[in-house]
């Protein structure tokens, strides 16, 4: 149901003439199902972010092409189009209280665009005034269903905040100020740090970690010298309610949650949850469950890039547990196998729509990462990007766990790699902040990477000398004297390249398996945790990536071509020539894609998912695909926690 959606794109779908040109400073262009519709109707849709990267889409894709449908240009900035494409266009401007008149606009302007849906049938019903106060009161009690007028206990807040975090509801800075100031004044709350839990899913996380922590630690003291009866000590305390201890179950089942270490005959069944034991005692059959389950639900409802991106962190989560326990192999790779066959169907039909959307709030293309870096970036300062190259989610999740034994805290997105996921094309993406069709001279090779990082932030307004680039890292000893961040003090724009787990990928014997191993084997030498500590120490704002995942496929033969094919990629081959193309194509086992924002002279064919074009029967681990382990990759940001964790 387009629900709001109706109305925007009424205003565009009737107009006759062949170019609108669309000011959208409220982001409501920035809607998968609109693009997806206007799409379906006829519409050739543009973003415009630069005149440059817009004019080269524009000659590629519409000016010669005379069948073309109508196109539309939006932009999000308060910009003039060029004037030979405004003197033979439509300019239309769309507004946000047209479609939600009755609220303040100051107060729905901050609200995420995912929950307009919501607010378009809480809207209809409001009988309130256009202020802000009253707008807010009824959007937190309706839209966001938080009794915040009636909780005055502990267990009520982390019910509210459980719910809130763990569905990844993004509660706008103007909702998060009204709930601090009006829950600040109850008793209750005096001694929770109510900022940081209401505004930081990652904080709040944290904080769980550690009431969970102390209330065994308690727990288990109680119980050793039953100085008094454990059902007066604990029956009201918040953790033992059960809908936030069903919440935590949950939590601690899907790897947000790190679990409590103890060994204590005293843990009675209801806490084991929470409580971290020895592989062999784990009870993984329950978690490999729980996962799938999940995993199963998530995957028949999923239509949108959102959707997906859950996905993937779930997948991340349930095939690394599968790798540490050699569990449920046959049960995972079917499950796999289901995943992808609807992922690359979407991806096909609807990958296209990633690139018409701006990279604000989230980024959704890994081109957008320095964008996004760029407008959380203070004054001056200083800010650092670790590539981790080939690094997909399961991989990723092991990482986290052990970066957690170190105090690191992690404000973890999603995004898509640019497909192929080659690292020429998708790594090249991250540092040039372009879409590949812009760097069609060099995206066979990464050698221009750094030119293109420093191109980048000297657009930005940052003078090059204070960039810096470095690849290659991570195969030697640490020491800070190389790290280029470190060693010159005018850096303020670090970019670097850590490949180690491309290179365990390439060299996997034992599949994922060799890659775990190795990976646990690197990280034990702490040159992750030392680089990270010291870049936060050094004042840096850290985020970690990857520019692509990895995947597993056996081989269905070798595919003999010569020169006829332009790149011989494990799963993609790419040819310059159409015809050897379709020829390709029609010979051979294989997916076309529809080479968006590739260049002109890029056709792509992809091997099946779980194929590669290899030697038949071989097993290797490898990318260039589009299966959801290879497209969708993390977008950290790296903090350290300096406290307790419970209040500072």
Not at 15 to 42: A, F, M, P, W
Not at 242 to 261: A, H, I, Q, T, W
Not at 485 to 492: D, F, M
């Amino acid at each position: 149901m387009l629900g709001w959606r109706e109305a925007i794109i009424g205003k565009i779908q009737y107009q006759q003439t062949k170019l609108i040109l669309v000011h959208d400073y409220d982001y409501l262009l920035s809607d998968e199902h609109i693009l997806r519709e206007l799409g379906n109707r006829g519409f050739g849709i543009i973003r415009f972010d630069d005149s440059m990267t817009f004019r080269y889409l524009y000659e590629q894709q519409y000016r010669l092409n005379f069948s073309s449908p109508q196109l539309v240009v939006y932009t999000n900035e308060d910009i003039v189009f060029p004037y030979e494409f405004q003197k033979r266009a439509l300019e239309v401007e769309l507004d946000l209280q047209y479609i939600f008149p009755k609220f303040s606009a100051q107060v729905v302007r901050q609200i995420n665009r995912d929950d307009f849906d919501a607010l378009y049938a809480v809207h209809n019903q409001y009988t309130g005034s256009s202020s802000d106060q009253e707008t807010l009161e009824y959007i937190i009690k309706r839209l966001y269903k938080i009794p915040y007028d009636v909780m005055d206990s502990e267990v009520d807040l982390y019910k509210s905040l459980l719910s809130i975090h763990y569905n990844n509801i993004d509660l706008p800075e103007v909702v998060q100020d009204f709930l601090v100031h009006e829950w600040q004044h109850i008793p209750a709350y005096h001694k929770v740090p109510l900022e940081k839990i209401v505004e930081s899913q990652t904080f709040f996380y944290h904080f769980m970690e550690r009431k969970w922590a102390e209330f065994v630690k308690e727990f288990i003291q109680v119980q050793q010298t039953q100085i008094k009866d454990p059902i007066e000590v604990y029956q009201s305390h918040p953790l033992l309610d059960g809908d936030v201890r069903r919440l935590l179950n949950d939590l601690f089942m899907e790897g947000f949650l790190s679990k409590v270490k103890v060994s204590s005959e005293f843990i009675p069944n209801w806490m084991q949850f929470g409580i971290e034991k020895d592989e062999y005692e784990e009870d993984v059959e329950m978690k490999s469950n729980h996962l799938r389950e999940k995993v199963d639900e998530y995957v028949q409802n999923a239509t949108l890039y959102k959707d997906w991106q859950e996905i993937s962190g779930l997948i991340g989560e349930l095939k690394l547990t599968a790798i540490l326990n050699d569990h449920h192999k046959v049960d995972i790779d079917n499950l796999m196998e289901t995943v992808n066959k609807k992922f690359m169907k979407w991806m096909i039909t609807q990958f296209h729509t990633l690139t018409s959307l701006p990279p604000y709030p989230k980024p959704k293309l890994v081109h957008h990462i320095p964008y996004v870096i760029d407008n959380e970036r203070k004054n001056n300062e200083k800010v650092a990007l670790l590539v981790l190259d080939g690094m997909n989610f399961s991989q990723w999740k092991m990482v986290q766990k052990y970066l957690r034994e170190y105090q690191f805290l992690f404000e973890e997105q999603q995004v898509f790699a640019w497909v192929p996921t080659l690292t020429s094309v998708s790594r090249q993406a991250i540092f040039s902040g372009n879409i590949p069709l812009t760097f069609s001279q060099t995206i066979h090779t990464t050698a221009s990477e750094e030119k293109l990082w420093k191109s980048f932030w000297e657009n930005q307004g940052v003078l090059k000398q204070y960039v810096a680039y470095q690849k290659s890292l991570g195969k030697e000893k640490y020491d800070w004297q190389n790290i280029q961040a470190l060693s010159r003090k005018s850096t303020k724009v670090y970019g670097a390249v850590i490949d180690v787990i491309d290179q365990f990928t390439h060299h996997a014997v034992l599949g994922e398996k060799s890659i775990t191993s190795d990976l646990k084997l690197w990280l034990e030498t702490n040159y992750l945790v030392n680089l990270l500590d010291d870049l936060i120490y050094y004042g840096y704002t850290v985020y970690l990536t990857s520019d692509h995942g990895n995947t597993n496929a056996t081989g269905i033969g070798r595919i003999s071509e010569g020169v006829l094919v332009d790149q011989k990629g494990e799963r993609v081959r790419v040819y310059h020539d159409t015809i050897l193309y379709e020829d390709a194509a029609s010979k051979f086992s294989g997916l076309k894609w529809p080479s968006v924002g590739l260049p002109d002279d890029y056709n792509v064919l992809f091997a099946e998912y779980g194929q590669a074009f290899v030697p038949k029967n071989h097993s290797i681990v490898t990318h260039g695909g589009i299966s959801i382990e290879e497209v969708i990759v993390p977008f950290v940001r790296v903090q350290k926690n300096k406290g307790s964790g419970l209040g500072e």
